[in-house]
């Protein structure tokens, strides 16, 4: 049975064909969205393990100054007050710390070396003036 060209029928059947005969164009939105979405999810992966990574710098330099901290101020109370020679080590959770000096005239030259578990060093050289009893110059290298 031949239906005549005017008819519904025929009109849906030809516009089905036409539409198949277009280009599509959901693989193409499909594809672009799947690689925005996975660059984003990247970007966002890269910036916690970049966050992550700075923390964990910012934590064995937070450890490192404390380490420092306790070290000098005992040295300062315990050592420079008898007017011995400060010479010891200190060991800590994170890691150690060691003490040398030695007399320059009226003055003491103290090296404290800080230094983490992770291998991480804090390195002071200190002047201080016994007789007014100040730092005089406190000399970083990390």
Request: charged share 20%.
């Amino acid at each position: 049975m031949k239906l005549p060209m005017n008819s519904e029928l025929v009109q849906f059947q030809l516009n089905g064909m036409q539409t198949k005969r277009e280009a599509g164009y959901i693989f193409p939105v499909t594809m672009f969205m799947s690689v925005l979405m996975s660059a984003f999810l990247l970007h966002q992966i890269e910036s916690f393990r970049l966050e992550k990574l700075f923390y964990h710098e910012t934590n064995q330099q937070m450890e490192l100054e404390a380490m420092m901290k306790y070290t000098w101020d005992t040295t300062l109370a315990e050592s420079l007050m008898e007017g011995s020679n400060p010479s010891s080590v200190y060991v800590f959770p994170t890691g150690e710390a060691s003490v040398t000096s030695k007399d320059v005239g009226d003055k003491k030259e103290i090296m404290i070396s800080c230094s983490t578990t992770e291998g991480r060093e804090y390195k002071a050289t200190i002047l201080y003036d016994m007789g007014i009893q100040e730092v005089i110059a406190w000399y970083e290298t990390n």
